[in-house]
């Protein structure tokens, strides 16, 4: 511990940190899809100076939500290392489930709350009993729920129709004291219980088995109940989806999942979870969930046809997948010479 | 045996499906003593330290830890009746920090705990200080280390859940500097702890361990105090005494032929400045032991790896080998390890594997028939002896031998004139084998040339003109065919040259 052995020690100290901050930019992707986010929202403020006015913000957020949760448990599933189709299915049945048995008042909306919650964890724990202890593949097994559901929903609402309590489709798509849009109190709530998740130890142990899952069961980990956790996790985030969907569209319609399927992975990638497992976060995924829905305001108000939309939307995937991939090469080259 | 000792192994047997990785061990250890376990590649340490770990459950024999019997469920399991590992491949999180890693599968505290990065930090500091690890931030993404940090780390893991009995499993592989170790590991076993020493290091091994137990082919052979053995002896233990397979004899002299092939130089991943020649009609036998580069340098000869330094020259002329089709283009077929992975398309028929290199040519207007398959085939079926009956077979339905005479088939099908074979025998029967040893033979009368690789030494003896061995990713010894035995080759694969241990800096 002499001062000649400490100066080198400081130099690589300094180079680690940089080296841990690049890394963690990577990781986290969350930064990027936030610049692109801001981008467009000058972009479109610009176009349409309405843009900024509270109202236009909370039904941008109100159209986003939807997308947003579902995202969020996606990321779930993707972390550690999987696939989940069952949002489509998830997210119909909920929509369904809301409209079909609509109970007012504002305990009325916890109780329909529980019920598409209760749905969510139900097919949530059957995706990860099949894939965590009966070692279905997970594009498999989801993709069997999936159907499942959408046959449920079907049986339950042969057509679109139905209605949503007044509380839920009022007081959920408005603003608290008029000012907070709901939407933004629930998107928030999600990013803070997430930040709060991924420290826990079946959070690390997320990170862990998607990454590697053989050294993950050697360090101890149990391997099994943390991708079963995962997908109760997820399956519960799809149900809320399918209740702020149900608010924000006030009837039930047994198709409603189906356009959040591809989308929501779209979402991940957008937000700079890795499709391998083990590296990204519910944040990015929120905002990439929001990137796309504003994305799609941005073009209808600069007067691109909305049948470009998927088009840009596809090629914003790609730049961003490619840069984060970028980042982490560079922050990985540097740290080995 | 004595019950005194705090681990005693009895008959201990695994078996996956057909293949028996164990066969019978039985050992014990003394609390305070550090035991080694010595054995060639496959003689079943793996098994043994999985076992001990609580990763896979034996099938037979039995376990006691201090009397009790001891049958772990799991790494925790284990973990929780006082043993823990230090594993050879490593189990370290890449993405997670030290600190995270050294506490893993309990980061929080709690399963209901948020961990704080401070706490989480302390806490790990701790742990490193207290093997005398200071200079690894517990910050630091795994990824970001170094090799042998990454060793260290995985070791300190290890001490720090106090066992009773810690199994180090090669933990010198990726260390430049034993120091350390072997302070922390007197330092533990003063204090009572026992520790399996796993390494093929002879020379650590005699300076750490007191007893030693060999491993031959899954059956423990015995345990011999180090003090009353030379080396020489250790490895007779090792090899054993197999009965000797039939090698055909060699028709040709060698002496003037022709350069097939020649690597210059040639580095990649671990491999550093390796040269060699192959002359036409040669046998060239690669000798070492797990994981030494010998895996580069087969891929890189394959065209599956870039080289990244040196020369590849074919038939005296340097030839890039960038792709397996620039190698096959050059004449070098590859025999891969793994045929199951590497090798062949499973669903295929056995004639549409073997004529796979001929597809263009045996196509009529772009269509093939079976006919025409089992037509082109007969010929390298026939040097395989591979029988005509299971042309039509599934890949799938054939057996591991009859598979990997198909591969052979393959080789020769191509036309090549110089076949690099990696580990061609492993997990065949006995008469495969000896198809393999005689379509070797007539390939290189022919005038071809090989480059084989065996974790067999008995077949290298056998089979080859003259030996590499490498260890350490260089060229450790060439050994030419009048000095060819297993122990001199056994004992350079160790990193030992004419008695005298050589330590290559990593």
Redesign the interface.
Known sequence: MSAADTTPMTDTAQASDKRRLLTGLASQGAVLITVVYVLLWIIYASEQPSALSAYSIESLLNNSLPLMLAAAGQTFVVLQGGFDLSVAGIISLSNVVVAVYPVEGPFGALVNLAMVVGIGLAVGATNGFLVAYMRIQSIAATLATMIICQGIALLILKAPGGYVSEFISYELTGSLFGVVPVAAVIGAAVAVIWLAFRRTNTGIALYAVGRDAAAAELSGIDVRRARFAAFCWAGVLYGCAGYMLSAQTATGNPSAGEPFLLLCFAAVALGGTSFSGGSGGVIGSLIGAATLMLMQKVLFSTGVSSFYTGVFQGVIMILAVLFAAFVQYMSRSRGNR | MGTGGLLSVNELAKRYGATVALQSLTMDVAPHEVHAILGENGAGKSTLVKIL?G?VRANGGTMRLDGIEYIPH???DA?RAGVSTA?QE???????TVA??LL?????G???????RGETVDAARQVLSKFNV??I?P???V??LSLAEKQRVEIV?AFSHEPRLLILDEPTAALPDTTWLFDQIRRLTETGVAILYISHRLGEVRELCQRATVLRNGVSTGTVDLEGINDDEIFRMMVGRAPEARFPGRTASIAERPVALEGRNLAAGRLHDVSFTLQQGAILGVAALEGQGQVELFRALAGLDPISGGTILVDGKPTAIASPQQAMAAGISYVPEERKIEGVFSGLSTAANVSLPKIMENSKAGFLTYAQDARAITEPAKAVELAERYFGFRMNDLSGGNQQKAVLARALMSDARCLVMFDPTRGVDVGTKQAIYNMMRAFADKGGAILVYSSELAELVNLCDACLVIYGGRIAAEVPRAELSEEHLLSAAHGHVDDAPLRVAS
Not at chain 2, 90 to 96: E, G
Not at chain 2, 104 to 108: D, F, G, M, T
């Open positions: 770990s990763v799991s790494i925790v973990r594993f490593l189990s370290l999180l890449p993405n997670l995270e890693n893993l599968p309990n980061v929080s709690g399963p209901f705990k948020m961990s704080r200071t200079d931030d910050r630091s993404r990824e970001d893991r």
